[in-house]
Every structure is written in C-alpha cells, then in structure tokens.
C-alpha cells in the first residue's frame, strides 16, 4: 500500500469535516490489497468507523489505474438508506475531492432491479389487465399520481414517488421476465431501466443493492462485465440470495397469468389456465397442512393440479409465441406470467433434500437450502471481493459468516478493523439475571416492571425492541404510564420511518416496535440513551428453512442449533444493540431482559458478538446510571 492512498483518505475525511480513524486507515489498506491481488477479505468495520468512504477511496483509485472498462467496481448494500448515503453524499464528495489526483477521471451510476423504474409501455401502450383491477378509490387516486408523475420524472426511479402501494407500481412496472425489450417493444428508446442500465455499463463504479447482485448472480446478468465487488452490510446477503432463487406458485399467479394470455388473445388457454387455478385452488382447500411448516413432501392431489399447471401453462406458452399479432408487451407480460408458474410448478414437483418447501395461505414455496455456490460462482467468482459489516464477528470468529458465504478455509482473510468508540466509556450491557428466562408467558409482569423502571430512569429516550407483535402490545401498555414524553408504537404493515423521525425529533419519547426497528434506526445523539431488547432473538424453530437447515446439518453429526439458530440470533442481537451508540457523544444503556444470556452457555457466544460494553446485572445500579444520564442531559 503506498502513501497516496492514505493521503486521499485524508484530504476526504478532511473535506467531510471529519477525523482521522485508524480503523478506517486499516480499512482503506485491506480493500486496496484485495483488489490489488484480486482476493477476497471479510472486514469487520464498527459503527462510526466510516466504512464507506473506507471503501470507496480504493475502489475510484482501483477503477482510475486502468483504461475505462477494465476495472468496475460493484458497491451492493442491503438497505435504501444506505444506498442513498452512497449515492447522494459520499461517493460524489469523495469523486470531487479526489478527482485531481487521479490518472483519469472516474464515473459512478447507481442501478437497481427492473421493477424499481417505470415501464412506459405500461404507461403509453397497451392497457394491461393489471391496471384494470386497480378499482379501489385509493388505488385509483394513486395511479392517477403514477400516471401524472410519468410526465414529469426524469429517472423513472420508484424512489422518486412517495405513498404509492406496491400493488399499484406493480401495474405500471415490469420485472426482467415481463419486459419486452428483445420482442420489439416500441418504447425502448425512451425505457427509463434501458437508461440506467447503459448508464451503469458505461460507469466505472455501480452502487446497487444486495437484491439486484443476487438477481445478476442467479438470473439476469444485467450489471455487465466487473472485476471486483464490495458487498457491504454482508451479514444480509444469504438472505438476499435465498429470496431470488425463491419459486412460488398462488391462486393469484394463475389468475394473473390467464388475465394476461387472455390480453394476448388467447382465450381458451387462458380458460385452461383457470381451469388449473380452480382445481389447485381446490386441493388446498381440502389439504390440512399447517401453514408456515416445512413440507417434507406433497399429497397426491396437489401434484396432479401442478401437473395440470405445467400442461396448461405449456400450452399457452406455445399459443402466446404463435400469437404475433398481439402488442409485443402484451404477449410478453403473459410469457413471463405463464413460464414464472410453470417454473414454480417444476420446482414443487422436483422437490429434493436440497431444497425446503411450505405452504402459505394460498401459495406454495420452494427454495434452496444452500446459497454458498452462487455466492463462489456468480459472486466472487475470479473477482476481488470485499464484505464488510459492522457484525461479520459471531462469537469472535468470521467462521460462521465465511460458510454462510461458501467461503473455504485458505481463501479468506478476516480483519476486525475496531470502532472509534469507547464502548466501555460509552455504554452499559445489562441483563437481569435472577429474572425468570422467558417462556409461554412471555414478556412477564416482572419483566415489564423493569423496563418500566428504567424507562422512567431514563426520562423516556428509549427505543424499545421486541420479539413478537403481542409483545408489542403487552410493552406499551405497561410504559403508557411511565413514559414522559410521547409513546410511539408501530403497528403491523405501517411504514416505519414516521416513527423513527418522530422518535428523533420529540423529546423524551419512546418507540416500541419489532421487525424493521431491529436495524437501519440511526438516532445519534439524546433522542435515545435507553435500548431495550425483549429477549434472545433466536428464529422460530417452525420456520421451514431454519428448521431445514438445521435437520441438514444435524444429519451430518454436526449441532443444527448451533450453526443455524445460535448465529441468526447473533447478528440479529447485534444489530439491535448497535442502536445505542452512534456517535462518540452517545451515552446510554443496552438492556437485554432475557437471562439466558447470562445464565445459559451460549450467552457467552453472544455476548462476544456485541460491542464490549461495560457489564453489569444489578438493575437498581443500571437504574442510578440512568437518573444521573437523564439529569445531566436536563442540565
């Protein structure tokens, strides 16, 4: 690693009004030499370490050394608000303030998934069957808005619009399958995802999100030709992964799929297609499977309607491509309707120990156990490839992400480049050991009573997390009392960033929640001195992959709980405490009600994934720590 790089990190973090961070100087120095030797590093970078200025600098001076074309660099993250910090603050700050230096200019685009951009031909040509259901007041208010905003957008980017359902933009989008791109559609000069995708090839380095390099890895290879990738937030990309090469078959893609051959002219095979839905529609009905559990395999009559499925959906395939005088969306949308059942249907019918199945409602899922090959070859492949997150470390070793990521021993390196934060110094870890772990009954009087307590400790300025919806509840009724300022709960299928901006601007309040609140909550500062996590977030032992998963491993003479369970639960935990501190400023409390992690074997193994917080389970201690905290901050 040569000087320059270390001066360009300078004069950037010079130019953010920053300071210098040796975890980020290390940090800087371990992307360089991966892309250098085209390697592979896992690098665990603390909140407040900068990561992705870290990042960024040797990825423009990677992608500046060499003729344009030869060395793209790919930036994935797993959430918008990162992608947004990316694309609209950091890498255009750190292009400018190093632009100079360089041997050539470098560019940068951002490019997401197909369906995050407007289809014009849904908007100019054709009308879909789609937009046709779209008959609810407020549906119809909102696609008026898509429609309006169609004139006046000059991305085409979903982002741009704000409070228009997902079942709406879907009728004014397409996915890859559905676009008509190669079958003579008539507006692919003026294609907003054709743009962004040009733009991206033509760019040196490409921000996207883990969702689009999983599609690119397993499906549409729509990011072109690179030679290095940076996942970041990596501890989410599995997950990611499994979700693109996830299979479903419902009663409402069989409808879909016969609105849209019918569109295409196809009458009676839209009917055959219907015909299929009824029937499988039908053996749900009378079929006594517990939802949500894995299904070790299918009754007869559910794969005689997905035999019926794959004839049906074969047959109006075949009168689709011979329907040529059809509107080349059109027929296209209903190709991509009737190849996506049918490819479900062959899924479910080929079930295997590789992969796990389970019905929801009125749908089945397939999808595959293991990710770690697509991650080796669609991935990594002959690229350098850096992760990078701030809880990579489970129980102090990368092990356990480095197999999730099919990562062999000897092919890898780990580095834990710190945090600039005293988290000693900053926070407190407590967890109530002599309170009973929890169980059926869960959360307990006694475990409401102390959150309650050091709530009012606190002076609110709590952000609250929970395992489940009824906790919610049962958490908020007992701090409606105590809490001064304003309680804030969310509620199922609410968005939750109304909340988190209410949490940060009011005084004093609390936020109760669960799911989303887990991560991407960055309140720095007095609006949260106080997180309070329920209980050991560890995956319900009826989820269908978990419980795969695990019974896979299990039957190789290996601990399924230890190698599936125990780690989702860690990263999950981390996450959540990761809350509290988010500046150098920061002070507060980390509370974990559950006892086992104190008490239980594994509690060690956890504990080694926080951040080193100081210790302590005497709750009227904690309690103190927190009145003199709130007194300090009340002047």
């Not at 479910?348 to 590789?354: I, M």
């Not at 039957?555 to 230890?562: E, F, P």
Request: glycine share 8%; with cysteine; charged share 25%.
């Amino acid at each position: 690693m040569t000087s320059t790089a270390r001066q360009l990190l300078d004069a950037v973090v010079s130019d953010l009004q920053g300071s210098r961070r040796p975890g980020q100087q290390q940090m800087v120095d371990l992307v360089q030499d991966a892309l250098r030797t085209h390697s592979t590093v896992l690098i665990q970078a603390g909140t407040g370490t900068g990561k992705s200025v870290g990042y960024l600098v040797p990825a423009i001076m990677h992608a500046a050394a060499r003729p344009q074309g030869e060395a793209r660099v790919v930036i994935a993250t797993a959430t918008l608000a990162l992608q947004h910090q990316l694309v609209e603050r950091d890498a255009p700050r750190t292009l400018a303030t190093v632009t100079d230096d360089l041997p050539r200019r470098v560019a940068f685009a951002t490019l997401k998934g197909r369906s995050n951009y407007l289809c014009v031909a849904r908007t100019k040509g054709v009308a879909d069957p789609d937009q046709q259901t779209l008959d609810r007041t407020d549906a119809e208010r909102q696609a008026q808005r898509v429609l309006q905003w169609a004139e006046e957008t000059d991305t085409g980017d979903r982002d741009e619009l704000e409070d228009v359902s997902g079942l709406v933009w879907s009728a004014y989008s397409v996915t890859s399958q559905e676009c008509a791109r190669g079958s003579g559609c008539a507006f692919v000069e003026q294609c907003w995802a054709e743009k962004a995708i040009a733009q991206a090839r033509a760019a040196d380095i490409v921000i996207t999100n883990h969702t689009l390099l999983a599609l690119n890895a397993v499906q549409e290879a729509i990011i072109g030709e690179h030679d290095a990738v940076v996942v970041d937030e990596a501890h989410a990309l599995p997950a990611a992964l499994q979700r693109a090469a996830t299979d479903e078959l419902s009663v409402e893609a069989l409808n879909r799929a016969a609105r849209r051959t019918r569109s295409a002219g196809c009458t009676e095979e839209a009917d055959r297609l219907l015909d299929a839905g009824d029937a499988f529609e039908s053996a749900l009905g009378v079929w006594d499977a517990p939802e949500g559990r894995r299904l070790a395999e299918l009754p007869g009559e559910i794969l005689q309607a997905l035999s019926t499925i794959r004839e049906a959906a074969a047959v109006s395939v075949a009168a689709i491509r011979r329907a040529t005088e059809a509107d080349a969306s059109a027929r296209q949308r209903a190709l991509a309707a009737c190849e996506t059942v049918s490819d479900a249907a062959g899924e479910l019918l080929s079930v295997d120990e590789t992969r796990v199945m389970w019905r929801r409602r009125d749908r089945l899922v397939v999808l595959p156990l293991d990710v770690s090959d697509v991650v080796r070859e669609g991935i990594i492949a002959e690229r350098a490839a850096v992760f990078t997150s701030a809880t990579l470390q489970l129980g102090g070793t990368f092990t356990g992400v480095a197999q999730s990521l099919g990562l062999r021993a000897g092919e890898w390196v780990g580095e834990d480049v710190g945090s600039p934060f005293d988290y000693p110094g900053q926070g407190i870890l407590f967890v109530p050991d002599r309170l009973a772990p929890p169980g059926p009954d869960w959360p307990t009087p006694q475990a409401l009573g102390i959150a309650a307590d050091l709530v009012r400790a606190a002076g609110g300025r709590a952000l609250v997390l929970m395992a489940s919806w009824n906790g919610v509840a049962a958490m908020a009724d007992a701090l409606d009392a105590v809490a001064p300022g304003a309680l804030l709960v969310q509620k199922r299928g609410e968005p939750t960033a109304p909340l988190i901006r209410a949490f940060a601007q009011e005084p004093d309040s609390v936020l109760v929640g669960t799911l989303g609140l887990w991560q991407g909550v960055d309140v720095p500062g007095d609006a949260c001195t106080l997180v309070i996590i329920d209980k050991l977030p560890f995956p319900p032992p009826t989820d269908p992959v978990v419980s795969a998963r695990q019974a896979a491993i299990d039957a190789k003479g290996g601990s399924g709980w230890m190698q599936v369970s125990l780690p989702q639960a860690a990263v999950t935990l981390a996450q959540g405490a990761g809350r509290l501190i988010r500046s150098s400023d920061d002070r507060g409390v980390v509370a974990i009600l559950d006892s086992r992690l104190a008490n239980r074997r594994y509690g060690g193994f956890l504990r080694r994934s926080l951040p080193p917080f100081s210790y302590m389970t005497d709750p009227s201690k904690v309690a103190e720590a927190l009145t003199r905290l709130d007194d300090r901050l009340n002047g």
